[in-house]
């Protein structure tokens, strides 16, 4: 099909997909002249996967890049082409692609920019460390999420919620429960580049379901524990 039919099908105009050729996240079509490539269904779906990803998942174009890097490596580990893929998933502390914002080197930031952890980090990491030994869990050290889980509970502590962490253990079972159903659909695939998309697709569109499927959950509870009210758009 040519660029304009590729646009039609997917909603997506034709200066976009263009930008998206320049910036590697769509791979070119076919040359059928000098000024022309023909695009197939791979393209399509491709494309369709980027739009997911920007729209729902957030991701900004550089993210996307990296995560299609992941999707596209045929080379490496099965187990390791999905962790490269997740990882990718996950913001750096501080990072601002992904809704981040402080530099994370200032008081309220940890122990970023080569400074000294803060109490809160501290006693953070001391607890993640706790909760990935106890559950058995086979994570590495530096793994970005553990990360990401130190920073959140660090930055609960700051804003006086430290108790928090109490409820760690409750959402790590639940945790386990969703990564073991995340981890049956991707094992549904069977060609190897299905099984990192499918990790992608999984996980970034998943967190937006789960997410979701969370606010909703709270609103019923909200309604049972503090009193039967109408629900409100």
């Not at 729209?55 to 390791?80: F, M, N, R, T």
């Amino acid at each position: 099909m040519r660029i304009g039919e590729l646009s039609r099908r997917t909603g997506v105009p034709v200066p976009t997909i263009k930008y998206y050729l320049r910036e590697g996240l769509l791979p070119a079509g076919e040359l059928t002249s000098p000024n022309q490539a023909s695009y197939g269904d791979g393209h399509e779906r491709r494309l369709r996967l980027v739009r997911a990803l920007l729209e729902v998942g957030g991701l900004s174009v550089a993210a996307i890049g990296e995560v299609l890097a992941a999707v596209d490596d045929k080379d490496g580990p099965v187990h390791e082409l999905l962790g490269a893929a997740a990882t990718r998933l996950v913001p750096e502390y501080g990072d601002s692609g992904r809704g981040g914002g402080r530099e994370a080197g200032s008081r309220s930031g940890g122990d970023g920019g080569g400074g000294a952890p803060d109490a809160e980090t501290v006693l953070a990491r001391d607890r993640v460390a706790r909760l990935i030994e106890a559950r058995g869990w086979r994570i590495e050290s530096g793994n970005k999420a553990a990360e990401a889980l130190v920073a959140a509970l660090a930055s609960l502590a700051r804003v006086g919620h430290g108790g928090f962490v109490d409820l760690l253990d409750d959402y790590a079972e639940v945790a386990e429960r969703v990564g073991r159903t995340d981890l049956d659909y991707v094992a549904r695939r069977v060609a190897r580049e299905d099984l990192v998309e499918a990790v992608v697709v999984g996980t970034v569109l998943g967190d937006a379901v789960f997410a979701a499927l969370r606010r909703m959950a709270q609103v019923d509870a909200s309604a049972r524990m503090f009193g039967e009210e109408a629900p409100r758009a």
